[in-house]
C-alpha cells in the first residue's frame, strides 16, 4: 500500500544554525509581502485603468499563479533583496507558493467552487505574529548514515534531537521516498518535518471480524462497547495554574503594544516569559498528540471495524461553559487519525450520521426516548426495564450499527436505481475501507 506520510523530528541546531533557520523562514515572509503588494499594485492599477474605459484586453495583469509570480520575482530579486543569494531559493519559492495557494482559495471561494468557510483576501505577514516555517523540494535533502542528523539545502547538516532511525530503515529499503521537507518553529524548538512517499505492508488488524463502538466525551475520553472506559487526562486542565501564573506575568511585562494601539520595544523579561508561555501550551499539545495517537493506534490494531459518531465539534465548541473541555479532549483529532491507521491497518471506519440517537436508544430493545437530559448518567429503559451507564449504551448501539450498515456498504459501492431507473450513488457512510 502505497500512502504519503509524514515524519517529524526534533533538532538540536547550534546557536549560527539557529540564525540560519531564522533568516530562511524570515525570506519566506519577505517574498510573501512582496508578492501581495505587487499583486495588490496590478489590481489596483486595474481598477483604475476600467475607468478610463480601457477594453478588457489592454488591462494590467496581475500575477496571480506561482510560474508568473516565479517570474516577477526572478526579475526584481537583485533590486529589493540585494541579500537574496544568503538563503536559498527554496525559502523564496516557499513564499510565493503560499501566497499562490491564498490567492487560489480565495478566487475559487468567490466563484463557488470551493466548500468551507469562505477564506479572506491575503494579508501582510507580520513578524512578531507570523509562524516561523520554511519548506524545501529540492536540493540535498537526505538522512546521515549516523541516524542523527539531517541535510537541508542551504542550511547544510543539522543534528537532531532524536533518533531517525524509522525513516532511514524505509529509506535504506528502498520502500520510502522524500518528497520535501519543512522547517518549523514551535514552543521554543526547531522540527523538521518529511514529506515521504511510504510503500507500507499489508497489514491486518488483531480480530478482524471484530466490532468496536467508541463514545467519545469529556468526563470520559473514550467508551467502548466493550465496557472499557479510556479516561479523559484532561493536560490543559493540570496545566492551567502553571498557564495563569505566566499569563498573568506576561501582562505585568512590558508588551511590543502600548495602550493606544501603538508598539514599541518589547522587554527582555516580557520575551522570556512569551517564550515559556509558548513552551508550557506546546507541552500540553504534545502530550494531548501522544495519548491520542495511542488510542487511535491501539483501536486501530485490535478492531477490524471501529464505529464512531459525526459529532459536530464545532457547534460544541460555541458552548462557553464546555468549550475549554472539549478542546482539551481532541475529539475531532481522534476520528481523523482513525480515518487513516485503520486504512492503514487493513480495518474500516464507519461513521454514524450526525442526528443518529445514540444516548437515546436503549442498545436491547431498541426504544428511543423523546428527551435525555445531559445530566443523566445512567440510561433506564422504561419498555425493557434496562438500567445501564449512558456512555455504555451508546458505545453499544454504535457497536450494532455497523452489522445494519453492511448492506448499505455493499450497495453504496455499486449503483443502485431508482424509481425512474435513474443511476444512483447512496450515501457512503461507513465505505472507508
Given at each position: 500500500m502505497k500512502v504519503v506520510q509524514a515524519y517529524r523530528y526534533a533538532l538540536d541546531p547550534t546557536p549560527t544554525q539557529e540564525g540560519a533557520l531564522a533568516s530562511h523562514c524570515g525570506a519566506v515572509r519577505f517574498a510573501f509581502n512582496w508578492a501581495l503588494a505587487l499583486v495588490k499594485a496590478a489590481l489596483s492599477q486595474r481598477e483604475a485603468e476600467k475607468t478610463y474605459g480601457m477594453p478588457e484586453e489592454l488591462l494590467t495583469e496581475a500575477p496571480w499563479s506561482l510560474p508568473a509570480l516565479r517570474r516577477a520575482w526572478n526579475t526584481a530579486k537583485g533590486a529589493v533583496a540585494?541579500?537574496?543569494?544568503?538563503?536559498?531559493?527554496?525559502?523564496?519559492?516557499?513564499?510565493?507558493?503560499?501566497?499562490?495557494?491564498?490567492?487560489?482559495?480565495?478566487a475559487a471561494s468567490r466563484a463557488g467552487t470551493r466548500t468551507g468557510k469562505p477564506p479572506g483576501f491575503p494579508r501582510f505577514k507580520s513578524k512578531h505574529r507570523t509562524i516561523l516555517s520554511c519548506r524545501f523540494t529540492t536540493g540535498v535533502i537526505r538522512l546521515e548514515a549516523d541516524r542523527r542528523h539531517v541535510t537541508l539545502p542551504r542550511l547544510g547538516t543539522i543534528r537532531t534531537a532524536e533518533s531517525t532511525r524509522k525513516l532511514a530503515r524505509h529509506l535504506e529499503r528502498g520502500t520510502g521516498r522524500i518528497l520535501s521537507a519543512t522547517i518549523r518553529h514551535q514552543g521554543g524548538r526547531w522540527f523538521v518535518a518529511f514529506t515521504c512517499a511510504i510503500d507500507r505492508a499489508d497489514r491486518a488488524p488483531a480480530r478482524p471480524d471484530a466490532v468496536v463502538g467508541v463514545d467519545l466525551g469529556v468526563t470520559a475520553l473514550a467508551v467502548l462497547s466493550?465496557?472499557?472506559?479510556?479516561?479523559?487526562?484532561?493536560?490543559?486542565?493540570?496545566?492551567?495554574?502553571?498557564?495563569r501564573r505566566l499569563n498573568r506575568e506576561l501582562a505585568r511585562r512590558q508588551g511590543p503594544r502600548t495602550p493606544g494601539g501603538g508598539r514599541r520595544e518589547a522587554s527582555a523579561r516580557w520575551r522570556t516569559t512569551k517564550a515559556a508561555l509558548g513552551k508550557a501550551h506546546a507541552r500540553v499539545?504534545?502530550?494531548?498528540?501522544?495519548?491520542?495517537?495511542?488510542?487511535?493506534?491501539?483501536?486501530?490494531?485490535?478492531?477490524?471495524?471501529?464505529?464512531?459518531?459525526?459529532?459536530?465539534?464545532?457547534g460544541m465548541l460555541a458552548n462557553r461553559r464546555l468549550a475549554r473541555a472539549v478542546a482539551d479532549a481532541g475529539m475531532a483529532e481522534v476520528r481523523r487519525q482513525l480515518a487513516y491507521k485503520t486504512t492503514w491497518r487493513g480495518g474500516r471506519l464507519v461513521v454514524a450520521d450526525r442526528w443518529f440517537a445514540s444516548s437515546k436508544t436503549c442498545s436491547a430493545c431498541g426504544a428511543v426516548k423523546a428527551k435525555l437530559a445531559l445530566a443523566e448518567r445512567t440510561y433506564a429503559c422504561i419498555a425493557c426495564g434496562l438500567v445501564l451507564d449512558r456512555d455504555v449504551n451508546a458505545a453499544r448501539n454504535l457497536a450494532a450499527l455497523a452489522a445494519r450498515y453492511e448492506h448499505d456498504v455493499a450497495q453504496s459501492c455499486g449503483e443502485t436505481r431508482n424509481a425512474r431507473g435513474a443511476g444512483v450513488r447512496p450515501t457512503r457512510v461507513g465505505c472507508r475501507q
Amino acid at each position: 500500500m502505497k500512502v504519503v506520510q509524514a515524519y517529524r523530528y526534533a533538532l538540536d541546531p547550534t546557536p549560527t544554525q539557529e540564525g540560519a533557520l531564522a533568516s530562511h523562514c524570515g525570506a519566506v515572509r519577505f517574498a510573501f509581502n512582496w508578492a501581495l503588494a505587487l499583486v495588490k499594485a496590478a489590481l489596483s492599477q486595474r481598477e483604475a485603468e476600467k475607468t478610463y474605459g480601457m477594453p478588457e484586453e489592454l488591462l494590467t495583469e496581475a500575477p496571480w499563479s506561482l510560474p508568473a509570480l516565479r517570474r516577477a520575482w526572478n526579475t526584481a530579486k537583485g533590486a529589493v533583496a540585494p541579500w537574496w543569494a544568503d538563503n536559498s531559493k527554496e525559502a523564496y519559492n516557499s513564499g510565493l507558493d503560499g501566497l499562490a495557494r491564498a490567492l487560489k482559495n480565495w478566487a475559487a471561494s468567490r466563484a463557488g467552487t470551493r466548500t468551507g468557510k469562505p477564506p479572506g483576501f491575503p494579508r501582510f505577514k507580520s513578524k512578531h505574529r507570523t509562524i516561523l516555517s520554511c519548506r524545501f523540494t529540492t536540493g540535498v535533502i537526505r538522512l546521515e548514515a549516523d541516524r542523527r542528523h539531517v541535510t537541508l539545502p542551504r542550511l547544510g547538516t543539522i543534528r537532531t534531537a532524536e533518533s531517525t532511525r524509522k525513516l532511514a530503515r524505509h529509506l535504506e529499503r528502498g520502500t520510502g521516498r522524500i518528497l520535501s521537507a519543512t522547517i518549523r518553529h514551535q514552543g521554543g524548538r526547531w522540527f523538521v518535518a518529511f514529506t515521504c512517499a511510504i510503500d507500507r505492508a499489508d497489514r491486518a488488524p488483531a480480530r478482524p471480524d471484530a466490532v468496536v463502538g467508541v463514545d467519545l466525551g469529556v468526563t470520559a475520553l473514550a467508551v467502548l462497547s466493550t465496557g472499557e472506559t479510556i479516561d479523559n487526562p484532561k493536560h490543559h486542565w493540570a496545566a492551567l495554574r502553571k498557564l495563569r501564573r505566566l499569563n498573568r506575568e506576561l501582562a505585568r511585562r512590558q508588551g511590543p503594544r502600548t495602550p493606544g494601539g501603538g508598539r514599541r520595544e518589547a522587554s527582555a523579561r516580557w520575551r522570556t516569559t512569551k517564550a515559556a508561555l509558548g513552551k508550557a501550551h506546546a507541552r500540553v499539545a504534545g502530550r494531548r498528540r501522544d495519548g491520542l495517537h495511542q488510542l487511535t493506534s491501539r483501536l486501530a490494531a485490535a478492531y477490524g471495524t471501529v464505529v464512531v459518531e459525526d459529532l459536530h465539534v464545532a457547534g460544541m465548541l460555541a458552548n462557553r461553559r464546555l468549550a475549554r473541555a472539549v478542546a482539551d479532549a481532541g475529539m475531532a483529532e481522534v476520528r481523523r487519525q482513525l480515518a487513516y491507521k485503520t486504512t492503514w491497518r487493513g480495518g474500516r471506519l464507519v461513521v454514524a450520521d450526525r442526528w443518529f440517537a445514540s444516548s437515546k436508544t436503549c442498545s436491547a430493545c431498541g426504544a428511543v426516548k423523546a428527551k435525555l437530559a445531559l445530566a443523566e448518567r445512567t440510561y433506564a429503559c422504561i419498555a425493557c426495564g434496562l438500567v445501564l451507564d449512558r456512555d455504555v449504551n451508546a458505545a453499544r448501539n454504535l457497536a450494532a450499527l455497523a452489522a445494519r450498515y453492511e448492506h448499505d456498504v455493499a450497495q453504496s459501492c455499486g449503483e443502485t436505481r431508482n424509481a425512474r431507473g435513474a443511476g444512483v450513488r447512496p450515501t457512503r457512510v461507513g465505505c472507508r475501507q
